[in-house]
């Protein structure tokens, strides 16, 4: 059966860098930063992107936020999507229900009835877990999450989930909502013909302010550093003593 897919997706801080804050602890200083999808969500694009070219159909992605989430939108198409959409939500940093009020306001704008809405199981910034089931929750639809595996039957979708014990499997009705885990797939490299046509692409624009929701950001804190402390133990054959003696501590010698 042909397949129109919904992929929803965050900009995120780069991972891997220290995130530096604000003077007051209350903001992410974002002026030296990298920006990127999360690794979830990166999934969700891949799965989208072989299911349309088995099965037919076409997979847009979407991001919520202020106009730069444009460049992931663009990252996505880069890797085989076929639309973006930009729902474009202010500066403001929006909350998991908030977050889920603007996808399902653009869902309502668009003029496609999406078979398959896919989400990240949790951003790789904030890992709240919460906007696929309240997306699924406002459009009437099942929903599973923890996802690492998906197969599309006639009008429904099977799933497979990890558990402690094996495999959990669940049969869903189409349409349906899906969050995805890091795993589901290896996410392609986007190609620089890939690049260069999701640069030219047009994008679709809708405006939106949600409400606030339900959260209040009090303070950010940076975790705790701890990582080992690296000690240089010599120069070429100098070190050879100080190496052994290390190996005897460790009772490998």
């Known amino acids: 059966m042909s397949l129109d897919i919904l992929v929803c997706v965050k900009r995120v801080p780069a ?3 220290k995130v530096p804050l604000t003077e007051d602890g209350r903001d992410i200083d974002t002026r030296h930063l990298g920006f990127t999808i999360g690794p979830h969500e990166e999934c969700a694009v891949e799965e989208a ?14 991001a919520a936020g202020p106009p ?10 880069a890797m085989g999507a076929n639309q973006g959409v930009v729902v474009d939500t ?18 309502g704008e668009l003029d496609t009835s999406f078979d398959l809405i896919m989400v990240g199981n949790e951003s ?32 429904s979708v099977r ?7 094996g495999t959990e499997v669940y049969e869903l ?4 909502v899906v969050a995805v885990k890091e795993g589901l797939n290896l996410p ?55 190496v052994v003696d290390v190996l005897e501590e460790l009772g490998v010698c």
């Open 90 to 107: 202010g500066e403001d940093e929006l909350d998991p229900q908030a977050t889920a009020a603007a996808i399902v306001h653009a869902v």
């Open 68 to 77: 730069e989430v444009a460049e992931q939108v663009r990252y996505a198409l």
């Open 15 to 17: 991972p891997g860098a």
């Open 188 to 242: 392609r490299y986007p190609s620089l013909p890939g690049r260069l046509k999701a640069k030219k692409a047009q994008l679709r624009t809708v405006s939106y302010r949600p409400e606030p929701g339900g959260l209040r950001k009090i303070r950010l804190r940076q975790p705790e550093d701890n990582r080992a402390e690296s000690v240089l133990l010599g120069h070429g054959a100098a070190a050879a003593p100080a």
């Open 159 to 165: 799933l497979r989930r990890d558990v402690g014990s």
């Open 49 to 62: 992107v072989r299911l349309v070219d088995k099965h037919g159909g076409s997979a847009t992605v979407l």
């Open 173 to 176: 009705p189409l349409p349906a």
């Open 124 to 155: 790789a910034d904030a890992g709240h877990y919460q906007v696929g089931v309240r997306v699924a929750t406002e459009l009437g639809r099942p929903v599973v999450g923890g996802i690492k595996g998906i197969d599309v039957l006639d009008g």
